[in-house]
């Protein structure tokens, strides 16, 4: 799910920069890569490490080891600490972001191709702009009809033969999805809203910075592993050498490089830019899986993720007119 993957992170971003102040610099280059190829690529890592590990003790045992690194990493740069509160806010926030919308991405895919996943993952950002109803933001015409589009395609890819072959797939990357979608809202109550507004209380914010993702990482993870026990999970031991490397890419690459390097997108390219992820993610992820993993995707699924696709590009440029609008008047 983005962030995500890392998870794919959540569609809270500072204020729009114009695209004329986006120079494609060898570093912005770099970062696009980053948050294009690594995250599309994760799908598939997390297929391929489940030859050794299970979907809970996966996602919890990546998440503790990678929420561990960038809180040891934010200690030895003397930064924030999380409140007491702030950690509350985590444990909410985490367990539905990574323990319902990671875990249930990973036991969609014990049942379903990567790719099928990830373009069903790609409708987030619509449900997050449906969601966003209850802080007061309506989207105009555009933004609807990307949703309305975005939705149909969705719609489409679950009567294709892969969702189809699958019902427990399908249920759980609907969770999956729910509920990164809700923990991504509470986690970041929209711009619109301010510290003294009302939709800003009804929020979960956490900890500003990597501190904050890092105690999101470090709660998520923990929930995921009690989700392991409940579920009886046995990791397979010792581990496919190719399981474990795919572990260790999803810690290293998936969760810290790519996580980076959407937040350098962030503070030096267009919003528009730096989210390109989302539709860039399932073409990438739906290739690799057709040529790395021998997934099948019949034509009647492409179509469905080209229609889901184009749902998301409306949005964006929904959003896109909106601000103009908003900053001529």
């Known amino acids: 799910m983005p962030p995500p993957s890392p998870s794919p992170p959540r569609m809270a971003a500072p204020s729009p920069v114009p ?3 986006t120079a494609l610099t060898p570093l912005v280059l770099a970062c696009l890569a980053a948050t294009w190829f690594v995250w599309g690529s994760t799908y598939l890592a997390i297929k391929l490490a489940l030859v050794s590990f299970p979907p809970f003790f996966q ?3 990546r998440f503790l080891a990678a929420g561990a690194l960038l809180m ?8 924030p600490w ?5 950690w509350g806010h985590a444990t909410v926030v985490g367990a539905l972001m990574l323990g319902g ?7 969609a895919e014990q049942s379903v191709g990567s790719g099928l996943v990830v373009a069903f993952i790609a409708v987030v950002p619509l449900m997050i702009a449906a969601l966003n109803r ?3 933001l309506r989207p105009g015409r555009v933004e609807l009809a990307g949703i309305g589009l975005g939705l149909a395609g969705v719609l489409m890819l679950t009567q294709g033969s892969g969702f189809a ?9 609907t969770v999956a999805c729910v509920t990164w979608c809700i923990g991504s809202v509470l986690a970041a109550p929209p711009r619109a809203a301010r510290p003294e507004d009302p939709a800003w209380r009804r929020g979960l914010p956490l ?6 993702f890092a105690s999101e990482m470090l709660c998520g993870g923990a929930f995921l592993m009690g989700l392991s026990v409940l579920a009886g999970e046995r990791p397979a031991w010792p581990p496919e050498p190719q399981a474990l490397a795919a572990w260790a890419y999803l810690v290293v690459a998936g969760s810290l490089i790519a996580f980076n390097a959407y937040m350098v997108l962030l503070s030096r390219a267009s919003s528009a830019l730096a989210s390109s992820y989302t539709y860039v993610n399932p073409v990438i992820a739906m290739l690799l899986g057709v040529g790395f993993a021998g997934e099948v995707v019949s034509a009647w699924e492409w179509t469905a993720a080209g229609v889901v696709l184009a749902g998301v590009v409306l949005l964006f440029v929904g959003r896109r007119r909106g601000a103009a609008s908003a900053a001529a008047g």
């Open 82 to 86: 999380p409140s007491r509160r702030q």
């Open 207 to 212: 900890a500003p910075g990597a501190s904050g």
């Open 134 to 136: 209850l802080w007061g």
């Open 165 to 173: 072959a699958s019902p427990a797939g399908l249920v759980a990357i």
């Open 19 to 21: 695209p004329a102040a």
């Open 101 to 107: 919308g990671m875990g249930a991405t990973a036991y």
């Open 72 to 79: 040891a990493w934010v200690a030895w740069r003397g930064g």
């Open 59 to 61: 996602m919890g045992t």
